[in-house]
């Protein structure tokens, strides 16, 4: 099984490994790169665990305490929802690349920051824990699109 990481926080925390802890876990390792609404995760949880009855009651807490022991975060991509994803184990999350067209959320796994960091514990003696970024933009598959896109003809008007 993929759950390590969670057995070995919740022996941490003296809690129980729960069948339902494990599935919602499990969830989320299945879909690393993906960023999910409470109400999805129950909806896709207990479908596919349509044998144990998972209440709403239990996704919300369950994610909320997976989010305490660091296993999940809590991400918001504009899109007026509070989303969750699988909390890197090395402490820093990746970054989201956002299409202003279409919507979709693109994970960026190389970390470009390393040297802003130090520029700004240089300059301004501020030391730097971690940080976020959000990158909006036009992806390829809209780009694509437009590319298609007959393109409106100007005339040019005769003096
Ligand atoms: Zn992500
Ligand atoms: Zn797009
Ligand atoms: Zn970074």
Do not use: W
């Not at 144990?52 to 919300?60: F, P, R, V, W």
């Not at 959320?105 to 301004?124: A, F, H, M, S």
């Amino acid at each position: 099984m993929t759950n390590e990481r969670l057995r070995g926080e919740l022996k941490k925390k003296n809690l129980r490994i729960t069948s339902q802890r494990e599935s919602i876990f499990s969830f989320f390792v299945e879909h690393k790169g993906e960023h999910f609404t409470p109400d999805e995760i129950y909806r896709l949880v207990s479908r596919k665990n349509s044998h144990s009855n998972i209440s709403k009651a239990t996704i919300y807490r369950t994610i909320q305490m997976l989010v305490e022991m660091k296993l999940l975060s809590k991400i918001d991509l504009d899109d007026g929802f509070e989303r969750y994803e699988l909390k890197e184990a090395s402490g820093h999350q990746h970054h989201h690349l956002i299409c202003t067209i279409c919507g979709k959320v693109y994970e960026l796994d190389e970390d470009l920051l390393d040297d802003l960091e130090k520029i700004i514990e240089e300059r301004t003696g501020f030391k730097v824990k971690d940080h976020q970024l959000k990158i909006y933009g036009i992806c390829q598959d809209c780009l694509a699109d437009a590319a298609k896109q007959p393109k409106l003809k100007l005339k040019a008007s005769k003096k």
